[in-house]
């Protein structure tokens, strides 16, 4: 069965540092997505991405975050310059267009720690 | 908005007692409706759905009917295991919000042997 990966499984870095969470939707997918849960909370949209541009964005996703797919099978969540707060579960997800149900197809997640 | 609300957690039962997890959502439109699972540590997975009214979503014992008269999609399953003790969300989306998923705030369930 296709599934989406999504690379480090856990990544700590240093607050004000730049991170790059990574992931590779399944492959005829077109619609791509990132959300974050804050441990113990609820999972949160951030941003949906389509056509090589951002199609919707949450109040979230603010200036330190971007999002890329820079060689039509990686999708990328850039953190410019990390604050505390940014600490949580980071899911990646694809859908594929024209179904009725596109949703899914989740990756297992980043864990990303601010320290 | 578009919105999901599940019951509030943790809900206790001990093994073999019968499931039901509340789900209501208010959209617009005609939403498809999830169910997801996160066991402990892992990531969330996918556990049923329903596209339409009246569809049932069905999966490893555990199933949901999407309920458009009184917008609900509630979680049943009629003996749960202590392997069932995750945290499982309702979700839904639509097609006009490029199938962004709305979820409910989760509920943890707890299985005793």
């Known amino acids: 069965e296709p599934e989406v990966t999504q690379t480090p499984s856990h990544q700590v870095t240093q607050m004000g540092q730049e991170v790059i969470l990574r992931c590779v939707p399944i492959?005829?997918?077109?619609?791509f997505y990132w959300y974050r849960q804050i441990l113990g909370q609820k999972v949160e949209f951030l941003v949906s991405?389509?056509?090589?541009?951002?199609?919707?964005k949450s109040e979230i996703f603010d200036d330190q975050f971007s999002v890329e797919r820079p060689d039509g099978s990686n999708f990328t969540l850039k953190i410019r310059s990390t604050k505390l707060e940014d600490s949580a579960m980071y899911f990646c997800?694809?859908?594929?267009?024209?179904?009725?149900?596109?949703?899914?197809?989740f990756g297992p997640g980043t864990r990303l720690t601010v320290t | 908005g578009d919105s999901v609300t599940q019951m509030e957690g943790p809900v206790t039962l001990s093994e073999e007692a019968f499931l039901t997890i509340n789900c209501t959502y208010t959209?617009?439109?005609?939403?498809?409706l999830f169910w997801y699972v996160q066991y402990p540590g892992e990531g969330l997975q996918l556990l049923l759905k329903?596209?339409?009214a009246d569809d049932k979503g069905s999966n490893k014992g555990f199933e949901a009917t999407y309920r458009k008269e009184t917008t609900s999609f509630h979680l049943e399953k009629g003996s749960v295991q202590v392997s069932d003790s995750a945290v499982y969300f309702c979700?839904?989306?639509?097609?006009?919000?490029?199938?962004?998923?709305?979820w409910g705030a989760g509920t943890k369930l707890i299985i005793k042997p």
């Open positions: 991405f389509y056509n090589n541009e951002i199609s919707e």
């Open positions: 329903a596209t339409k």
């Open positions: 979700a839904l989306t639509k097609r006009d919000s490029n199938y962004q998923l709305i």
């Open positions: 492959s005829n997918h077109l619609y």
């Open positions: 959209a617009t439109g005609y939403p498809s």
């Open positions: 997800a694809s859908s594929e267009e024209g179904q009725g149900i596109t949703s899914g197809y």
